[in-house]
């Protein structure tokens, strides 16, 4: 016996302002009402989303909990721009925290900077360092490959009405950081809207934003600021850094209750700096990442995986919603699909397996709407049986099938790439289906011939099936092909055999293999037995979607094996091959 192995060789007015802020505050009411009706519960990528509608993702740390104290909980999103980032990024989608984070601290308990700390930039602060553990810690590995890096040069800004000024400031490669004091009036567009709570009450939330420099004394510093929103919804600026320095300074002569007087506001200083403020955290999410939206809550609607059908995908008059982002390691292979007696079957293998995980399917119409959706396998490897009598079908509609990890509500979800099942164009008459009443499906040849093909199997589940060829009144001809008897596509996908043996030592037919002719079986192993390699004929990529990693040739001679060598690789096979030399 001999053995083988082939290699793989951007100044507003007070009226102007006003008078703009009716409409916008108008059309975004219209529109939250309008999205609410007219997104359905299952959405392809981010076509679900709005300005101001919500996306759950992450949970909550013991140094960020909307309530103080309690980690684990889902954190909610508002979307600021759905279109891109704050940077311009055309992928991104910028969002925001609803909900103010923090300590168990009234307030929040977060400062800016640590006390003393002579600087109020953004960098390597408080705040940054909270934001930093935030991604870290919030987060799953999944979700952080979602979130885009955001570079952004903030100009000087002055506030409308109160005239406050900022400086400007630069964020490089940032996963997550503050709004700043423009972000925060632009998004929000009055103070009602920059409201937030923190454990049930409005409270202050930081932004990434220095204070002018213009405040501070020319002499010595007496304070140094940054921005905030306060629990009116105003933008303001809060002391991150003060020296109480000029007061030992003061004449003898001065009343001593104002030293007091000083000294307690100097006191109050100290506390002020040290500051009980809340995070608002920002970042912006690669669209690219994401696969679809769902409800927040009841996500993905499907029967019980198992049941063969898809649902029709429903209208969702929520504004809640959750991720389903793509994980490139949830794998599936899909072979072609036949259809009989208005079921179509559809063979795969190679899924990710697990208590939370199934294949499942949505259909799509040519604009991208998906209209159904469905939970159809658990295994990793088998036939969807998918029943076609409760499903309307439109002109280009497409069918996918893809591995996806259900987390539960308000939890982020995953999926691997979608896979569109494609099925063989042939009549029911042109097709010669065999069903083993045990294993069912076990094979299933399309004849191309008016001819006959004789199958003879053993059981499956004794782990081989026989098939031998029979005597063919009349081949198909045509100029790029020799007569071939039978065509074989798809044949094994249900079958649980894991060898498959071709035995044409004593017969007329000649056997084509199609491309993705194993696909979706769970054969590894396939014994190709004739007198001469002609018999067998293999369209490239005949292997494509298999398991095969053994061929086993007999009954030829040492040209003939050779012959059928080269042919195999051309087909795509790379796996081991064992020759089994003719005893003279």
Request: net charge positive.
């Amino acid at each position: 016996m001999m053995e083988r192995t082939i290699g793989k060789n951007r100044a507003w007015s007070g009226r102007k302002r006003s008078f703009l802020l009716f409409f916008t505050m108008l059309f975004v009411l219209c529109m939250s009402v309008a999205s609410a009706y007219a997104a359905d519960n299952l959405c392809d990528g981010v076509s679900g989303f709005a300005k101001n509608q919500v996306i759950y993702m992450g949970k909550t740390t013991k140094e960020a909990a909307y309530d103080g104290k309690t980690a684990g909980k889902p954190v909610s999103w508002i979307v600021l721009n759905r279109t891109r980032s704050n940077d311009g990024n055309k992928s991104g989608m910028y969002l925001v925290s609803r909900q103010l984070l923090g300590k168990n601290r009234a307030g929040g308990g977060l400062s800016f900077r640590n006390a003393g700390d002579n600087s109020s930039d953004w960098t390597g602060s408080n705040a940054d360092v909270w934001c930093q553990s935030f991604y870290r810690g919030a987060l799953t590995s999944r979700e952080k490959k979602a979130v885009l890096n955001t570079n952004i040069n903030d100009t000087a800004y002055t506030t409308p009405g109160w005239g406050l000024d900022y400086e400007p400031f630069s964020l490089s490669g940032a996963k997550i950081f503050f709004l700043s004091a423009r972000e925060a009036d632009d998004y929000f567009l009055t103070a009602r809207l920059r409201q937030a709570s923190y454990n049930g009450e409005n409270a202050y939330w930081l932004l990434r934003s220095p204070g002018s420099k213009a405040y501070q004394s020319p002499d010595t510093i007496m304070a140094l600021t940054a921005g905030a929103v306060g629990q009116y919804g105003d933008t303001l600026l809060v002391t991150v850094y003060a020296t109480d320095e000029w007061v030992d300074h003061l004449p003898k002569e001065f009343p001593e209750q104002y030293r007091q007087e000083i000294e307690k506001a100097k006191e109050a200083l100290r506390e002020v700096t040290r500051g009980d403020y809340a995070a608002r955290p920002a970042f912006n999410l690669d669209r690219n990442k994401v696969l679809f939206s769902s409800s927040a809550k009841g996500g993905k609607l499907s029967e019980k995986a198992g049941v063969t059908g898809l649902v029709k995908n429903p209208s969702y008059k929520g504004s809640e919603r959750k991720l389903t982002l793509l994980d490139s390691r949830l794998k599936l292979k899909v072979g072609k699909a036949f259809v009989k007696r208005n079921i179509l079957y559809v063979p795969y293998s190679g899924a990710s397996t697990g208590k939370s995980r199934y294949v499942s399917g949505v259909i799509k119409n040519p604009k991208g709407k998906i209209t159904y959706y469905g939970r159809l396998a658990k295994k990793a490897s088998g036939t969807i049986a998918v029943d076609l009598s409760s499903v309307t079908i439109g002109t280009g509609d497409r069918l996918y099938l893809f591995t996806e990890e259900c987390n539960g509500d308000c939890l982020t979800d995953y999926a691997g790439r979608l896979k569109e099942v494609t099925y063989a164009k042939q009549s029911p008459e042109e097709m010669v289906d065999s069903y083993d009443a045990e294993s069912f499906v076990p094979l299933t040849v399309e004849n191309r011939s008016r001819g006959t093909v004789a199958i003879k199997r053993i059981d499956s589940k004794a782990g081989t099936i026989l098939l031998t060829g029979s005597v063919v009144s009349r081949r198909l001809k045509s100029k790029r092909t020799k007569p071939v008897s039978a065509v074989i596509k798809g044949a094994f996908s249900k079958t649980t055999a894991k060898t498959v043996s071709f035995d044409l030592t004593g017969s007329a037919t000649m056997l084509l293999f199609e491309k993705e002719a194993f696909a979706g079986s769970r054969v590894n192993k396939v014994t190709f037995a004739g007198k001469t390699a002609n018999v067998f004929r293999f369209r490239k990529g005949a292997f494509s979607g298999s398991g095969v990693n053994k061929i086993i040739v007999r009954g030829m001679k040492p040209y003939h094996f050779r012959k059928l060598l080269r042919k195999l690789k051309k087909a795509g096979y790379y796996g081991k091959v064992v020759y089994k030399e003719i005893k003279e």
